[in-house]
Structure formats: structure tokens, C-alpha cells
């Protein structure tokens, strides 16, 4: 039965590729004319409770964008959606000369993790790492800082750590009309729609963000949620990473003030 269930779903995620596929390029053709749009996301961008929804703008602010603008969007693409995938992916097609870009990105980046998975992540991205910045950056990356909390009974360590946050912003600030979406806080003591409890230092992911904006020219446009409350946690989030129906709606309403 297992199996039959494995096959199914597999089936499932590729009937809402092809819908997804053919949504993307019906909307693209009728707004071939309106403003040009790149917009990058990782898991944060699309609703992740049902099938129907997976790596997919429904019931995702996505949606809006998609169906008012010409837009070119990259939803979830990689296992490990991180900012090296986005600059990258941004880099061979900056010169479509977008009118706003827009980065649901960084949560994959700062969170802590098991160490032991961060060597085959970093490996596998290696070659976009050394083209968005060189080699000693990837060498530096690759330096894992050792957190003394652990997960998974493993030490943790994330995919970027606060040192090099700075050069990740210098690229950011690079690149024109960029919007970029923060991490929140997270509340260790709620786990929504998760299945296990978080890593003990999880709110790194919201610190970080905090530098990076920090570290952001005037010139970047931020949705900004590393405030939210505990009870703004619940409400747009899910599970404290991704966002819920009010989360999306959120997202959507403050892009119409500032696309």
C-alpha cells in the first residue's frame, strides 16, 4: 500500500507541474505587455498543506502577481531553495531588465540544521556559489561554525552564516528594484502544523534577517516581519516558517503598495 500511496502522489505532483506550467504561460502571454516582473522564491512562497498547492502560485500571493503582471517565477526549484539559487537564476535573466524583482528568500540560508547535511548542500551549489561570489567565499562557506545547540541529537550549523551575511547584502544591494520578503520569529513553544519541535536556536533565522536588512540600502524595498508578536506568528504563519491563508494575503496586500 505504501508503494500504490508513493505513486499516486508522485502522479498528483505532476498533474499540478503541468497545471502550474500551463497557468505560468497563460498569464505570461495575456500580460506580455505589463509590467515585467522576476520573482524567486523558496517553500515560504507556495501553500503547503495540500497537493493541489505544491510548488505552485495557488492560494499563494503568487497568484496575484502572475495574473496582473508579466511575470517570470521560479517557485521552490531547488530541494534547497537558498540566495546562491536565486542570484544565481537572477544573473541569466537580469537582462529582460525587470521593472521590480522580487526574493521570498533566505530561510533555508540562515536556518540551523543537523551539520552533517550542510557539506552535500554546499557541494551540489558549489559551482553557483563561486559564480555569484569566488572561491574564497566558498572556502569561508564552507568553514562550518559549529553551534553548541543540537538537533537530531547532531550539532547544528547553517548554510550561511552571520559572517558572510555582509556579502550576500552587497549583492542584494546590486540589483535594482529588488524586494525582498524577511524570516519571522519563531515561537518554540507552538509547533502548528509540524510535525516535530524546531531546532532550539531556530530563531537565528529571524536574527539573521534582522542583519541583513540592516545591512540593505535604503534603495531595497522590504516586507519586513521580523517583529510580528507571537499571536502575528500563529495568524500568518502555519508552522512558523511558512506562511498561512492570512500570511499570503499579507504578502499580496503590501506588494499592491509598493509594485
Given at each position: 500500500m505504501g508503494v500504490i500511496k508513493k505513486r499516486i502522489r508522485q502522479f498528483l505532483y505532476v498533474l499540478v507541474n503541468i497545471h502550474t506550467y500551463l497557468y505560468l504561460n497563460f498569464f505570461k502571454l495575456k500580460n506580455r505587455n505589463s509590467k515585467k516582473l522576476f520573482v524567486y522564491t523558496d517553500s515560504r512562497g507556495f501553500e503547503i498543506s495540500k497537493i493541489k498547492n505544491r510548488k505552485s502560485p495557488f492560494s499563494s500571493y503568487l497568484s496575484y502577481l502572475v495574473k496582473n503582471?508579466?511575470?517570470?517565477v521560479f517557485i521552490c526549484p531547488e530541494k534547497h531553495t537558498t540566495v546562491f539559487d536565486f542570484l544565481d537564476k537572477y544573473n541569466e535573466y537580469k537582462h529582460?531588465?525587470?521593472q521590480s524583482v522580487i526574493a521570498?528568500?533566505?530561510v533555508v540560508d540562515f536556518s540551523p540544521r543537523p551539520a552533517s547535511q550542510i557539506e552535500a548542500i554546499l557541494n551540489l551549489k558549489k559551482k553557483k556559489?563561486?559564480?555569484?561570489?569566488?572561491?574564497d567565499f566558498f572556502t569561508q562557506i564552507n568553514d562550518l561554525k559549529i553551534y553548541p545547540d543540537k538537533y537530531m541529537n547532531e550539532d547544528t550549523a547553517s548554510i550561511l552564516p552571520v559572517e558572510l551575511i555582509n556579502q550576500v547584502a552587497d549583492a542584494f544591494n546590486k540589483i535594482d528594484d529588488l524586494i525582498w520578503v524577511t524570516c519571522n520569529p519563531v515561537d518554540l513553544n507552538w509547533r502548528g502544523n509540524y510535525k516535530r519541535d524546531r531546532p532550539i536556536n531556530i530563531n537565528m533565522v529571524n536574527d539573521k534577517s534582522i542583519v541583513m536588512k540592516e545591512l540593505l540600502d535604503d534603495q531595497v524595498r522590504i516586507i519586513d516581519f521580523t517583529e510580528f508578536s507571537m499571536d502575528e506568528v500563529h495568524k500568518y504563519t502555519c508552522d512558523n516558517i511558512h506562511m498561512s491563508e492570512e500570511g499570503m494575503k499579507l504578502i499580496e496586500n503590501k506588494l499592491k503598495e509598493i509594485v
Amino acid at each position: 500500500m505504501g508503494v500504490i500511496k508513493k505513486r499516486i502522489r508522485q502522479f498528483l505532483y505532476v498533474l499540478v507541474n503541468i497545471h502550474t506550467y500551463l497557468y505560468l504561460n497563460f498569464f505570461k502571454l495575456k500580460n506580455r505587455n505589463s509590467k515585467k516582473l522576476f520573482v524567486y522564491t523558496d517553500s515560504r512562497g507556495f501553500e503547503i498543506s495540500k497537493i493541489k498547492n505544491r510548488k505552485s502560485p495557488f492560494s499563494s500571493y503568487l497568484s496575484y502577481l502572475v495574473k496582473n503582471y508579466n511575470c517570470d517565477v521560479f517557485i521552490c526549484p531547488e530541494k534547497h531553495t537558498t540566495v546562491f539559487d536565486f542570484l544565481d537564476k537572477y544573473n541569466e535573466y537580469k537582462h529582460k531588465n525587470y521593472q521590480s524583482v522580487i526574493a521570498h528568500i533566505g530561510v533555508v540560508d540562515f536556518s540551523p540544521r543537523p551539520a552533517s547535511q550542510i557539506e552535500a548542500i554546499l557541494n551540489l551549489k558549489k559551482k553557483k556559489i563561486e559564480m555569484c561570489f569566488n572561491t574564497d567565499f566558498f572556502t569561508q562557506i564552507n568553514d562550518l561554525k559549529i553551534y553548541p545547540d543540537k538537533y537530531m541529537n547532531e550539532d547544528t550549523a547553517s548554510i550561511l552564516p552571520v559572517e558572510l551575511i555582509n556579502q550576500v547584502a552587497d549583492a542584494f544591494n546590486k540589483i535594482d528594484d529588488l524586494i525582498w520578503v524577511t524570516c519571522n520569529p519563531v515561537d518554540l513553544n507552538w509547533r502548528g502544523n509540524y510535525k516535530r519541535d524546531r531546532p532550539i536556536n531556530i530563531n537565528m533565522v529571524n536574527d539573521k534577517s534582522i542583519v541583513m536588512k540592516e545591512l540593505l540600502d535604503d534603495q531595497v524595498r522590504i516586507i519586513d516581519f521580523t517583529e510580528f508578536s507571537m499571536d502575528e506568528v500563529h495568524k500568518y504563519t502555519c508552522d512558523n516558517i511558512h506562511m498561512s491563508e492570512e500570511g499570503m494575503k499579507l504578502i499580496e496586500n503590501k506588494l499592491k503598495e509598493i509594485v
